[in-house]
Nanobody
Framework: QAQLVESGGGLVQAGGSLRLSCAAS????????MGWFRQAPGKERDFVAA????????YYADSVKGRFTIARDNLKNTVYLQMNSLKPMDTAVYYC?????????????????WGQGTQVTVSS
């Protein structure tokens, strides 16, 4: 079973940047496809970005394309989400997720393991 711990959230002004990290332990990280999701108050958990096992394939939600970048370091068992040009609409709790598999996956129901989440607040 994989354990995931997110970090890097916080309060930032619109236009600013944050980098989220998700450290994985418990199983072989390089066997897991990874994803980032977010959930704003009163809303469903939405897909943000996903990355394949090798890191060679990535996919982004339209709302973050061109502003966010997902990356992974299989030696450090960590996946990252670099968030630039942040907007108030990006305010949410951000979760990382993992599942065994080679490619990337974009539905929350595709993932078996979840972190506890980290709060990102973007002020206007």
């Amino acid at each position: 079973q994989a354990q995931l711990v997110e970090s890097g959230g916080g309060l930032v002004q619109a236009g600013g940047s944050l980098r989220l990290s998700c450290a994985a332990s418990g199983r072989t990280f390089s066997n897991y496809a990874m994803g980032w999701f977010r959930q704003a108050p009163g809303k469903e958990r939405d897909f943000v970005a996903a990355i394949s096992v090798s890191g060679g394939s990535k996919y982004y939600a339209d709302s973050v394309k061109g502003r966010f970048t997902i990356a992974r370091d299989n030696l450090k068992n960590t996946v990252y989400l670099q968030m630039n040009s942040l907007k108030p609409m990006d305010t949410a709790v951000y979760y990382c997720a993992a599942r065994s598999g080679t490619y990337y996956y974009i539905k929350a129901t595709d993932y078996n393991y979840w972190g506890q989440g980290t709060q990102v607040t973007v002020s206007s």
